[in-house]
């Protein structure tokens, strides 16, 4: 990687539209994907960030660009799609990104963190299948942006779980904004952890350790007077039996209980450089086992359903399938196949109810490198936002 040419994203931006997939993948300083080809640049807030982050293409890939452009008949203007549900997920985790970075720098208010917020929950409004799928299948391997994706997942599950236990909107609000900020004051840390081989240093345990007080200061600075807000962010690590961090106190509301068995759980079923991602229903099965007994555990576990959208799952019939929507009842959901009835990858996908006989799930199936990257739309169509 490092013996390839690098090219300023800003030195090729004539070959970018907002709101077009992007003609090659973009990397940051640290020669980190930040950006997929086929992905899109959503404004131009995103594209300040990514010039923020160092971001450029490879020259032979510009080239080739620039050469099939000049070849090819000239247009008045090239066609912009308009976003979908996923692009405006990917928006958000952008959005996330600057927020985070001028949470740290003193220069964001609490106000946006709140509008942000409600935006995740509008969208959830919109599909909340989806919404889990997107925390669910992470194709794109992102640990530069590994802290953001986390607090957006984190934000969706205990949204979910939040309205089983019918909690007011005010408490899903502050819930929300914690999970989006939990992690404010380790945001780099957490990146550099998610590519690194080996387990953290005794300095980067420290930071680990003092996070939720400095993650709490800054919303201090920021203007957050949300105690509710505040305490959850303070005690996310907390546990019950007094063996959580940085105080081990026992006294621990339902909020910061929730976000941490959601923030557990994401974790497990993300990958490192470290590991692998687990299983989806395995991650489940253990909390349960651990947690099963406490509503908050419970409401958890219901939110994401026995195979939670973006699992993938073996049917009876012989074919792998990922699953798209969760069972409306009982545990059997609906799948989309992404292989013939022996296993191996097909362009074309059939979205089933698993409930049927010959298409009921026998297995939960690890990651498999030959369904790794497949675009949402397979799943749920355009998804028009």
């Not at 203007?77 to 970075?101: H, I, N």
């Not at 910061?256 to 590991?275: E, N, T, W």
């Not at 509503?295 to 990922?322: D, T």
Request: net charge neutral; aromatic share 4%; hydrophobic share 45%.
């Amino acid at each position: 990687m490092e013996s390839v040419e690098r090219v300023a994203l800003v030195d090729v931006k004539d070959l970018l539209l907002i709101g077009e997939a992007l003609p090659f993948r973009v990397l940051d300083s640290h020669a980190r994907m930040l950006l997929n080809e086929g992905q899109l640049i959503a404004s131009e807030r995103q594209f300040d960030m990514l010039m923020e982050r160092g971001a450029w293409v490879e020259r032979p890939q510009v080239e080739a660009v620039r050469g099939q452009r000049a070849a090819a008949a000239p247009t008045h203007g090239r066609a912009v799609r308009q976003l979908t549900l996923f692009d405006q997920w990917e928006k958000l985790l952008w959005d996330l990104d600057d927020l985070t970075r001028r949470l740290a720098r003193g220069k964001a208010a609490a106000a946006e963190v709140s509008g942000l917020a409600l935006q995740v929950q509008a969208l959830m409004e919109r599909d909340a299948d989806v919404a889990l799928y997107l925390c669910i299948r992470q194709d794109d391997k992102r640990p530069a942006l590994y802290a953001y994706t986390h607090g957006l997942h984190c934000a969706v599950v205990c949204t979910l779980a939040a309205r089983l236990l019918k909690w007011t909107p005010a408490q899903i609000q502050s819930l929300a904004c914690a999970a989006l900020t939990m992690n404010s004051a380790m945001a780099e840390l957490q990146g550099q952890m998610a590519e690194q081989s080996e387990p953290p240093s005794q300095k980067q345990l420290g930071l680990i350790r003092a996070h939720p007080a400095a993650s709490v200061a800054l919303l201090g600075r920021a203007g957050v007077q949300d105690a509710l807000w505040l305490d959850i962010v303070q005690n996310h690590h907390e546990s019950p039996d007094g063996s959580g961090y940085p105080t081990g106190v026992t006294a621990i509301c339902d909020e910061a209980q929730l976000l941490r068995l959601a923030d557990v759980f994401m974790a497990k079923v993300s990958p490192r450089a470290i590991r692998a991602a687990m299983a989806p229903n395995t991650a489940a099965r253990q909390l349960f086992q651990q947690h099963g007994s406490s509503p908050v555990g419970i409401a958890v576990i219901r939110s994401i359903g026995a195979y939670p959208p973006g699992s993938l799952v073996l049917l009876k019939s012989g074919e792998v399938a990922v699953v798209s929507r969760r069972a409306v009842s009982g545990t059997a959901p609906q799948v989309a196949t992404l292989s013939n009835r022996q296993g191996e990858p097909v362009v074309d996908t059939r979205l089933l109810d698993s409930a049927a006989a010959d298409h009921a799930i026998t297995a939960s199936l690890p990651p498999d490198a030959r369904f790794q990257r497949f675009a949402a739309e397979r799943v749920y169509g355009m998804a028009l936002a």
